[in-house]
Every structure is written in structure tokens, then in C-alpha cells.
């Protein structure tokens, strides 16, 4: 069997033909936690939406999505729609949002095994999911089966989503920021929980977020993302203690400290989509750059075994 459950190859996303994501070639592996971070608007959700080939009115692929060793990008809608929620699930970024705020939580997981052939009862289907909160720790199970989401916190709900994207046993579970909106104390509940589900269950996950201390919490290995590209991926520890990429170092430089001082901003915004980007996407804002990184022909370099980068400056000397 191969070692990755999912792997991209050249992908890319287009809106009205302008690139989202650009040349992403990434590869998870069984049983493993991909953490994928950047800023807002660098393109992460757009990716992460077509592992599933979730792309909205004007958007088109380019390049191969491998599930399993089937190939996602250009399977019929049916295929589809059984891997979706069965074989892979994800988790919302505002769980509260996403629930039918008319439907208890008990019809939240009845009709998700209903769509994928559950031919049992209202009443296996609430056993079924009280067992699946109960493994992630959740108590009180059929209280919370009676409940509508408006009824339970923000935190509650999105423990919840997750014990719901776990009904039907996928194998992959994709995170859309399912922890920025949470306090403190319910995004290390959520981290928890994944975790939970990675070392009981063997479920493989990709986690994308705009926080480095949530990625770094959760995941076993780092990509980061900027401009619609991939710029530099490594196992989490070495990632977080050995950065390479100007933008990763400023990612982390501008995580709080304990007392919660920020060391350093970053300056000004991730590039727009409306234009063509050219060298490497983090130009405009590195205070390492050089005349040649606007024509640098992007593309990871190895650093060391499992640590790639994307940086002319590397490209150069070996070294940053």
C-alpha cells in the first residue's frame, strides 16, 4: 500500500483563469497530521477545497489530486460525492455556522450517515454517534444529542463537527481553520481532539490555519504558504527551531511570547490574485531581498532530508 494517503502533483487553481494555487506538490502520509500555515489570502482554503474538488462557479484545475491512488481532479460528480464525507470529511471553520440551526444535533449525524446509506435507526444512529463523543471525551452525550447547536458554545459545536466528520470512518480529515475562531482554551481542546483521532483512529488529517502555534501544537509536518505557493515544508520540529524562508521566520518571530509581547510585525499584505505573480511572491515584503528574487524562477530546493524551500537566496549559497 502506499505510504501517502493523498498527494498533489503541479496543482493548480484557477478563478476566471487568474491562479490561486500555483504548482502545489505535496504529500501526506498515513496516519500523519499536515499542518499548513500562512496569512489570510494566501490561498490555503482554495487548496485545501480542492483535495475535494469543492471549486465553485469559475473555477478550474490544473495538475493531479492522487486519493488513494485515484485521481480527484476530473472524476464524475457521483465518485465524488461517495468519497466526500465517507472516505474524506472536513471540519468547517465556524462549526456554529455551518449546523441547520432547525435541526437538533441528533439529526446532524442521522443525516450524515443517512447520505452515505445508513439504513438504520434514529436510535443507532444516536448510539453510534454518543460512542464517537464519547471516544473524543465529550460527556453528557445525550443531552447534547437533544440540543440545538444555538444552544451550545462555540467550542461545544466545533468538538462536535469534528465527532460528526468522524461518523462515517473516513480515513482523511481536512481541518478549514477549524480552531480561529475558539479562546485559547477550546483551540487546545480541538488540537487535543485531533490528536486524539490521529494516534486512537490512524485517521490522516490536514489542518490549514493563519496561527503557527496552533499548526505547531497539532501537526507532525509544516508546509508554508504564501502567494497561491508552497515556500518551504519540513517535519514540525525542525520547521519551527530551524526556519529557512524569510516569510516563515517572520511567521514565527511574530508569535507571542509567554508574556504575550509580539517581537516583530510584517509589514503590509499578501499579494493580490488580480495579477500575474512573477519571481518569487514574498518580494514586497522581504527585508532580505535582492534585485534578482523578482525574476527567480520558483522552485522547492531540498535543504536537508524532508526540509524544502523556495528561495533564491538559498538557491545561491546553500544556506540563508
Known amino acids: 500500500m ?39 489570502g494566501c490561498g490555503k482554503t482554495t487548496l485545501l477545497r480542492a483535495l475535494m474538488a469543492l471549486g465553485t462557479k469559475g473555477e478550474r484545475y490544473g495538475g493531479s489530486v492522487l486519493f488513494n491512488g485515484r485521481e480527484i481532479i476530473g472524476m464524475d460528480e457521483n465518485s465524488l460525492r461517495e468519497l466526500r464525507g465517507r472516505d474524506m470529511s ?42 464517537i ?35 462515517n470512518s473516513p480515513s482523511l480529515i481536512l481541518g478549514d481553520e ?13 488540537v487535543k481532539e485531533l490528536k486524539r483521532l490521529r494516534d486512537e483512529n490512524g485517521v490522516s488529517i490536514i489542518l490549514i490555519s ?55 510585525g510584517l509589514d503590509g499584505e499578501p499579494p493580490s490574485f488580480t495579477k500575474e505573480l512573477l519571481g518569487c511572491p514574498f518580494y514586497d515584503r522581504c527585508a532580505e531581498r535582492k534585485d534578482e528574487c523578482r525574476k527567480f524562477e520558483f522552485d522547492l530546493k531540498k535543504a536537508t532530508d524532508g526540509h524544502y524551500v523556495g528561495c533564491m537566496l538559498f538557491s545561491e549559497s546553500g544556506d540563508i
Do not use: W
Open 2 to 40: 502506499n505510504e501517502s494517503i493523498i498527494e498533489t502533483k503541479n496543482l493548480y487553481v484557477y478563478y476566471n483563469d487568474i491562479p490561486i494555487v500555483r504548482n502545489v506538490s505535496l504529500k501526506l502520509k498515513r496516519g500523519k497530521i499536515l499542518g499548513i500555515v500562512g496569512e489570510s
Open 90 to 131: 472536513m471540519v468547517p471553520q465556524n462549526a456554529t455556522a455551518a449546523m441547520d440551526p432547525t435541526g437538533t444535533i441528533s439529526s446532524l449525524f442521522y443525516e450524515t450517515l443517512r447520505s452515505h446509506g445508513f439504513k438504520g435507526s434514529r436510535g443507532e444512529s444516536d448510539r453510534r454517534a454518543a460512542a
Open 133 to 167: 463523543m464519547e471516544s473524543l471525551m465529550l460527556e453528557n452525550t445525550q443531552r447534547l444529542l437533544k440540543s440545538y447547536p444555538f444552544e451550545l458554545s462555540g467550542g461545544m459545536c466545533q468538538r462536535i463537527a469534528i465527532a460528526a466528520a468522524m461518523v
Open 178 to 190: 477549524p480552531a480561529s475562531a475558539l479562546d485559547t482554551v477550546n483551540q487546545a481542546e480541538v
Open 210 to 264: 493563519h496561527s503557527v502555534g496552533v499548526v505547531a501544537a497539532a501537526a507532525d509536518e509544516i508546509a508554508v504558504m504564501y502567494g497561491g505557493r508552497i515556500v518551504e515544508t519540513a517535519s514540525k520540529d525542525e520547521l519551527i527551531s530551524s526556519p529557512l524562508h524569510p516569510y516563515t521566520k517572520a511567521l514565527i518571530d511574530a508569535v507571542p511570547d509567554m508574556k504575550g509581547n509580539i517581537s516583530k
